[in-house]
């Protein structure tokens, strides 16, 4: 079955600067894996300043529906750092991976640069589709950095960036990512 071998991974920025926005990303999370047919792993990473990584299979989703709902958020957001354990994680693995980052797009501390996440992407077989949830006012530096920044993982992979504005907006968004 062509399905099962997906292999899924989904970041979710948890810092400061998406506070905010963290209950429009949680159910967004959930919502998506309510949406998802089985997928043969599911790597989640829940990610501000600290990176906390869990595996599960399609038999025990239902702790992650409620590691997504008692996520807090507060700290630096380490998003290039996340992305690379993640990375680490799939490499050599055959398959479809497909990477659902919903962040705001914004790094203020990893380790990694955004070129050696963009190498290590390039040297990957992950798909990367980032769900936007813009925490900066619209047309700010940081703003339009973040978006370009999210575009590139997009444009990389072969992926596509959403920017949901609101919970009604994410079923089409997993439809198109499916």
Known sequence: DEILTLDLGMLLDTSTSML???????????????SVPRARELITIFFDHEIRLSRYDSENQQGLFDRIHA????????????????????????GRKVLVLFTDGEDSRSELGLLE???LLRSSRVTVYPICFPSFSPG?????????????????TGG????????????GIYHRIL
């Open 140 to 156: 700010s530096s940081r703003a339009v950095k973040s978006r370009a920044v999210l575009q590139q993982f997009a444009d990389l």
């Open 71 to 94: 996520a807090k958020g507060g700290g630096d957001t380490a998003l290039y750092d996340a992305m690379a354990v993640y990375l680490s994680r799939v490499e050599g693995e055959t």
């Open 20 to 34: 905010e926005q963290l209950k429009l990303s949680q159910e967004a999370a959930s919502r998506f894996l309510e």
């Open 117 to 119: 996440v963009m190498q």
């Open 160 to 171: 596509t960036l959403f920017f949901p504005s609101a919970s009604r907006d994410l079923t």
